[in-house]
C-alpha cells in the first residue's frame, strides 16, 4: 500500500553542485544549490534551477555564463557555506580561502581546488514558478590531473562527490558499488 504525500519534489539524492559566477564588476561569486543536473548528451547541456532573489540569478542573467563545479567529500565545509551565505555582502572566496579560477571559454570562474569543474554558457532560461531554469552549453569539462580516468569519463571513487538528503538536509558521500549498468538487467529478459 503507498501513502500520498501529495506534489513535493521527491528526487533522491540531489547532487551537490557549486554554481560560480561573476558581477557586474567581476567579483567571483560562489552559490551552492541542488537543483541540477545533466539535461542532454548532445551538445552536452547541463541546468540548473535558482531562486529570482539569489545574488547568483542576477549575474547568470548578465554574464550568460557559469561554472559547476563538483566538490568533494574533504570540500563538504565549503559548500555548505556556499549555500548559506550570499554573496552580495561577503567574499566567498576570500573567507574559504579557496581559488577562483578564470574560464578558459566563459565568462565564469571555476574553483581550483574541486575535482571537477564545467564551464557552460547559457543557452536557454525558463522562467518555471519560484525557480528559474538556466541550460548551459558545457564548453569545456576540466578534472584534476591526478584523478584517473576510464573510457574518457573520471573514476567516481576518486572524486569522491558529496550528495544532499533533501529530507534530513544533510550531506553524504557515495556509497560503495552494488551492480554494474547496462548488464544486470539482460538477466530479466534473458
Known amino acids: 500500500m503507498k501513502k500520498s504525500l501529495g506534489a513535493k519534489t521527491l528526487v533522491y539524492p540531489t547532487p551537490v553542485l557549486v554554481i560560480c559566477t561573476y558581477d557586474n564588476e567581476g567579483k567571483p561569486n560562489a552559490m551552492t544549490a541542488a ?18 532573489a539569489t545574488y547568483t540569478h542576477g549575474n547568470l542573467m548578465a554574464k550568460k555564463a557559469f561554472t559547476i563545479n563538483i566538490p568533494s567529500e574533504s570540500y563538504v ?42 564551464e557552460c554558457k547559457i543557452i536557454h ?49 557515495i556509497g560503495k558499488q552494488i551492480a554494474s549498468g547496462f548488464s544486470i538487467g539482460n538477466e530479466i529478459g534473458g
Open 35 to 52: 537543483w541540477g543536473g545533466i539535461c542532454c548528451s548532445s551538445p552536452p547541456c547541463v541546468a540548473i534551477s535558482l531562486r529570482k
Open 77 to 118: 565545509r565549503e559548500a555548505d557555506y556556499f549555500g548559506i551565505v550570499s554573496g552580495k555582502n561577503e567574499d566567498k572566496f576570500a573567507k574559504t580561502g579557496l581559488t577562483p579560477v578564470k574560464s578558459d571559454i566563459v565568462d565564469a570562474p571555476y574553483i581550483g581546488e574541486f575535482p571537477v569543474n564545467l
Open 125 to 173: 532560461v525558463i522562467e518555471l514558478g519560484l525557480h528559474t531554469q538556466f541550460i548551459g552549453e558545457v564548453m569545456d569539462a576540466k578534472i584534476d590531473d591526478t584523478i584517473q580516468e576510464k573510457g574518457n569519463q573520471p573514476m567516481i571513487e576518486q572524486i569522491k562527490p558529496l550528495i544532499f538528503a533533501l529530507d534530513s538536509r544533510n550531506y553524504y558521500g
